[in-house]
């Protein structure tokens, strides 16, 4: 079973004895020139065929920085890679410092090493992006299909926190690429390689008094590390996947420790029990949960006197989401202040959900916050705290020994659902009484849309039927979302656009705003063909998916779907004596590892007039590992294409 590679690091790495490449800015060899799509992934626009970055300490008025300077060679074979000729380069700037990006330079090679278009600084622009983050941006200069590119620059950074890193894996295939960087012995540095792909190379030699700060006595050791990979796929981004930087192959550091000359020490990371005290005196968080007794006075009584804990959980998570309007900001450790907010009945996510929170306890219920990330945010680490891990906050409340997580910030998610993005594997729980822990984010499993379809033929060759759909879970959330600003006519006038010659003569929508109950549709139709001597009809409806999501020969990153779902059909036509079936759906039975996913049909032909199928899609499991993929792909294709059989009527020719 293949697992994501991670690995930490103290400050000296295992030894390798792999060659690490250099290139000569400028210089572009007969095989660059030759080389040939098709030597590495046929489909891709364009290919690295070296890239490399170099961090290095140095000082700078007694200042000391980080320069990393980067170099790529990248062949673009046709038209649509030519936006790999365009660059953004991120810089950070706070009150007190900023990066900055020096010595630009980019050539691109046309034909041979004598046609050369060099980059120009005047086309070089930075861009305000926000407050704290510029970008500064250049394209290319000439390109043309087969050109080669050369593209150099140094960023300079006064923030040491985290050292560069560095992404082997990106959007296109990669020959070889390369980090390198020289480490002061001041310096300790937790390091991560997440991905699943292995180094080629990872070397680590000391170098003897190579750091010095002008007017302090000593200096320090460096080590010197070089990491490499070689024949690099491109990460392709797919369907049913969380953030890609849980999956691209790449390397990270996080500053740990540091030591001055003097033999003072500064720790960075720290401990849960530390975070946990700190947190509790923190103004958006821990002094926010002093707001109980506020929420005392708020909560009508008729809602503390419910007898039930869970239904008084609802009763009060129905207040607080009735209450707020959502402000489209999570506000997670910032800009925090629960009283304003409820007075002014508008709020980010941090301040609904600790309202919630406070609201909860108010009444009597054990209750905690929870520290999470959305699913394009990442997956927190486990290893060691980093905050910035976490961009969401949701209450968590304990009732008979289950949980319930929830989030208040969402009008349309009922007692216990969460946002999908919120679906993301575990997130932090914290009272600030007892330690903070590891809590699973559990979806719930009552996912489903299931189809009752009755059809009459007539005579004529035309078919009245009723179709009913009733959607629960996330299906009816997602059906709710969709149908937000719908009415009934525009909802009846998209089913109708998805199949030919079908017009819905009656349509009614239950519990489209009661949150808590499924959501049921019903379309009255009628069918018209134009030869009703044959008629071909698609008793699934056009299926549970029009294509296979699933599309890549191999997927090294886990399928992930959120949560299990079921799509059940019933389905049963009665015909007029002058017509007869010619063919149907055969029955049949798809599984795949271990029930995690399967496909039914079970199909019946009564006598000559009445013919029934019912059919079931269930995807049993939220999470499939990549050693699963072909099986779920298979299953997909399956699918798709028994879904696409239709069931054949014939008209009896009489005489």
Not at 169 to 192: E, H, M, V
């Amino acid at each position: 079973m293949k697992k994501t590679l991670t690995l930490i690091f103290l400050l000296i790495t295992i030894y390798s004895y792999s060659q690490e490449t250099t290139y000569k800015f400028g210089e572009i060899t007969a095989n660059d020139l030759s080389f040939k799509a098709s030597q590495i992934d046929a489909t891709a626009n364009a290919v690295v065929l070296y890239e490399s970055g170099d961090s290095k300490f140095t000082v700078d008025d007694r200042n000391i920085n980080v320069n990393t300077t980067y170099y790529f060679k990248i062949k673009i074979f046709n038209k649509e890679g030519f936006k790999h000729g365009t660059f953004s380069i991120p810089i950070y700037a706070n009150k007190n410092n900023s990066e900055k990006v020096v010595k630009i330079k980019g050539i691109t090679h046309n034909s041979n090493t004598k046609n050369q278009t060099h980059l120009s600084l005047n086309n070089v622009f930075t861009e305000q992006e926000n407050t704290n983050w510029k970008s500064v941006k250049f394209t290319m200069p000439n390109l043309k299909e087969n050109c080669i590119i050369e593209v150099s620059y140094t960023v300079v950074t006064p923030f040491k926190f985290n050292l560069t890193g560095w992404d082997f894996q990106s959007d296109i295939p990669k020959l070889s690429s390369q980090y390198k960087a020289l480490i002061p012995g001041n310096y300790f540095y937790n390091r991560s390689l997440t991905g699943y792909l292995k180094l080629s190379l990872n070397n680590s030699t000391v170098k003897k008094h190579c750091f010095h700060v002008p007017g302090v006595m000593g200096d320090a050791n460096c080590e010197e590390i070089v990491y490499g990979m070689k024949n690099i796929p491109a990460f392709i981004e797919e369907d049913y996947m969380t953030s890609k930087e849980n999956f691209i192959s790449k390397i990270k550091f996080e500053l740990a420790e540091s030591v001055w000359f003097d033999g003072t020490k500064k720790k960075y990371t720290t401990t849960w029990d530390a975070v946990d005290k700190e947190f509790k005196s923190d103004k958006n968080i821990g002094i926010q949960f002093k707001k109980i007794k506020y929420f005392e006075d708020l909560i009508p009584e008729e809602i503390k006197n419910i007898p039930n804990d869970l239904d008084k959980a609802k009763a009060v998570y129905t207040f607080i989401q009735d209450h707020f309007t959502w402000n489209e900001k999570y506000g997670i450790f910032k800009n925090a202040r629960v009283k304003q907010a409820f007075e002014a009945k508008i709020g980010n996510v941090t301040e609904i959900n600790i309202s919630l929170i406070n609201a909860l306890k108010t009444v009597g219920l054990n209750t905690e916050l929870v520290l999470s990330s959305t699913r394009n945010h990442g997956v927190p680490t486990k290893l060691y705290p980093i905050i910035s891990d976490f961009n969401y906050v949701l209450a968590k409340v304990n009732i008979n020994n289950t949980y319930y997580l929830l989030d208040a910030s969402q009008k349309l998610n009922p007692f216990g659902l969460l946002p999908f993005k919120c679906l993301n594997s575990y997130g932090r729980a914290m009272d600030f009484k007892n330690d903070s822990y590891w809590v699973n984010i559990i979806p719930t499993k009552n996912n489903k849309t299931n189809l009752y379809a009755s059809l009459v033929l007539n005579e004529d060759g035309s078919i009245h039927g009723k179709l009913r759909r009733v959607s629960t879970g996330y299906h009816a959330l997602n059906k709710r979302i969709a149908y937000l600003k719908l009415n009934n006519d525009e909802i009846a006038d998209d089913f109708e656009n998805i199949f030919s010659n079908l017009t819905v003569e009656n349509y009614t929508l239950e519990n489209k705003n009661d949150i808590n109950k499924p959501i049921i549709e019903v379309f009255d139709f009628v069918v018209e063909f134009d030869d009703p001597r044959k008629i071909y009809f698609n008793p699934f409806f056009g299926g549970s998916f029009q294509e296979n999501p699933f599309k890549q020969e191999d997927r090294l990153y886990p399928v992930d779907f959120g949560f299990i779902k079921k799509y059940n059909l019933h389905f049963n036509i009665e015909l007029p004596e002058n017509y007869k079936i010619e063919s149907f759906p055969k029955s049949e039975k798809y599984n795949i590892t271990e029930n995690g996913a399967s496909f039914e049909i079970n199909s019946k032909l009564i006598e000559d007039y009445k013919y029934t199928l019912q059919s079931n899609l269930t995807i049993a499991k939220d999470k499939f590992l990549n050693n699963e993929y072909n099986s779920l792909k298979k299953l997909f294709e399956h699918t798709i294409i028994a879904q696409k059989t239709p069931l054949v009527i014939k008209k009896v020719e009489t005489n």
